[in-house]
């Protein structure tokens, strides 16, 4: 069965650079979550997309934006990057919202 | 991996046994639960959910119990295997509002051969 995709799977950055994360939610999925795992940690949530429109929004940064398009991919926007930030990013989708989130295998970023 | 462990608590089991992992959840509104299993390197992955309207589900191997009164949550997982290893996270959301997860701590489940 097909998965949530995200991409890139690994990305290193400098401080004060800016990163694009993306996902792509599995087939007919029209939610999508953001998670940020520190390491040692469980997931936070961050941001969440239904129907291409922000749902909730939970410890995301001021410096950190995402949107949900069209084909219902979603992708999540770094800018001034600091060392804090490094973390595995998850994505996960939903068809609605009562249903379990299925999660991609993350992107790993690395601030140096 | 990304858990490396330095502050998980780990349940070490003999190949075969059956294991149980705890989980207190926090909010007493959230009526809706999973147990999430996640490997080195990868997200996690679905394992089993739960509605507050129920107290046990029982999947492939695995069961759900919860006590609603004391907020506690517990995975039994028959059987245990090699490929059980990883780190399992409990995870409670309310039916309206917020649907987004809320983690518990993981526990770091290592099944000796």
């Known amino acids: 069965a097909a998965g949530v995709i995200q991409s890139p799977r690994h990305l290193i950055k400098e401080k004060r650079e800016t990163a694009t994360l993306k996902c792509y939610p599995i087939?007919?999925?029209?939610?999508v979550y953001w998670y940020q795992q520190g390491p040692g940690q469980d997931p936070q949530f961050l941001i969440s997309f239904y129907e291409k429109m922000q749902s909730d929004k939970g410890s995301i940064p001021d410096r950190f934006s995402a949107q949900q398009f069209s084909d219902y991919h979603s992708e999540l926007n770094m800018s001034s990057l600091e060392l804090g930030d490094s973390a595995l990013y998850f994505c996960a989708s939903t068809q609605g919202s009562n249903q379990p989130q299925h999660f991609g295998d993350g992107t790993r970023l690395s601030i140096l | 991996g990304e858990n490396v462990g330095l502050h998980l608590p780990t349940l070490s089991v003999q190949e075969g046994d059956n294991s149980i992992i705890n989980c207190a959840y926090s909010n007493s509104a959230s009526d809706y639960f999973i147990w999430y299993k996640q490997e080195s390197g990868k997200g996690p992955q679905f394992i089993i959910d739960i509605r507050s309207n129920m107290d046990k589900r029982q999947g492939q191997r695995v069961t759900v119990l919860l006590n609603k009164t004391v907020k506690h949550l517990s995975l039994q997982i028959a059987a245990t295997q090699p490929g059980d290893s990883a780190v399992y996270f409990c995870a409670e959301r309310m039916d309206t509002g917020r649907r987004a997860l809320t983690f518990g701590s993981g526990t770091r489940l290592q099944v000796q051969p």
């Open positions: 087939p007919r999925h029209d939610t």
